[in-house]
């Protein structure tokens, strides 16, 4: 199933995967396909061999198949709980023992890119947890890009954007808005700061996701909500763009209860028709020298 992703995302021109090491829905407690899980008793200074060699392998084949995987450590509520399943087993020391293991296990790899958080608040009491993480890596670990993965509409920049680790500024737009005027807050302001760092919309409107969790009045996002988000995205400063669609994120079955309202199993929707269309932003990116792009919020209307 697996490759059966990967090659569905090639085939369709994707360059990144953004994925999670300790995964959201129960991930520390519920084993993989093979029977693993990824803490031994739930330590972030205790890493199990076996699960790590299956993420190695996924990593491998996403390089073999010329995919860059955006790479989670850990989702957030293993950090902040709020709305998730937890536990939470992370504090400052033992974030950058677990860093320090990913930087020196990961630092050769060709095709990774660091992204630190996991959809949570990265200020208070998560602020010394989230840097110790990340210099945990970067302690065995220059060879790679990092970013901070944001709760809903709000960006890195808000707490991480004058850390040393932080290459580029991640924003979340989320899944209720409709408006252009998201990006002209949010977008608008992160290019804008000092000093100069790529920014982009790492969680916009997912395809196939309720609009605001509110169907019954607001109805679903599609295909034409997915094109607006990426091209509000580009034309206003970013360096581009995140696809998502609700039942792929959580890896929707019959067998597993359904989160946020979903409707559909994972391998039904993978080729929705937005998931097509990224090909022509990248298609479009590529055609013209990067370094000498700019923003053209003049475009949108």
């Not at 085939?11 to 995964?23: C, N």
């Not at 520390?28 to 739930?42: A, D």
């Not at 028709?273 to 990224?278: E, Q, V, Y």
């Amino acid at each position: 199933q697996t490759e059966q992703y990967l090659e569905n995302r090639r085939e369709k021109g994707f360059t990144v995967i953004q994925a999670v090491i300790l995964a959201e829905l129960d991930g520390l407690n519920t084993p993989n396909m093979e029977g693993n899980k990824p803490l031994k008793e739930n330590d972030p200074t205790r890493p199990n061999e076996n699960y790590f060699n299956h993420v190695d392998w996924v990593i491998n084949k996403a390089r073999e198949k010329g995919i860059i995987i955006g790479l989670l450590p850990t989702w957030g509520d293993k950090v902040d709980k709020k709305w998730g399943v937890g536990p939470v087993i992370f504090n400052e020391e033992n974030a950058f023992v677990y860093g320090k293991f990913l930087g020196n296990r990961y630092k050769e790899f060709k095709n990774i890119i660091w992204i630190n958080g996991g959809d949570r608040d990265g200020g208070g009491d998560n602020s010394p947890i989230w840097n110790a993480l990340a210099k945990g890596i970067k302690s065995q670990d220059n060879n790679h890009l990092m970013t901070f993965h944001p709760w809903g509409e709000r960006s890195s920049s808000n707490w991480f954007h004058n850390e040393d680790w932080l290459d580029f500024n991640m924003m979340q737009t989320g899944h209720g808005q409709r408006s252009y005027a998201i990006y002209k807050r949010m977008l608008v302001k992160d290019y804008q700061l000092h000093p100069v760092k790529p920014c982009f919309d790492g969680e916009p409107r997912y395809e196939d996701h309720p609009v605001g969790w509110n169907p019954e009045i607001l109805g679903w996002f599609d295909d034409a909500d997915v094109r607006q988000a990426l091209y509000w995205n580009l034309f206003t400063g970013a360096f581009g763009h995140t696809y998502g669609c609700h039942p792929i994120w959580q890896m929707k079955t019959p067998e597993r209860e359904p989160i946020g309202l979903v409707r559909n199993n994972w391998y039904d929707v993978m080729n929705l028709p937005g998931a097509w269309d990224l090909i022509h932003a990248r298609l479009l990116i590529e055609s013209r020298p990067f370094l000498e792009r700019r923003p053209a919020p003049e475009l949108v209307l």
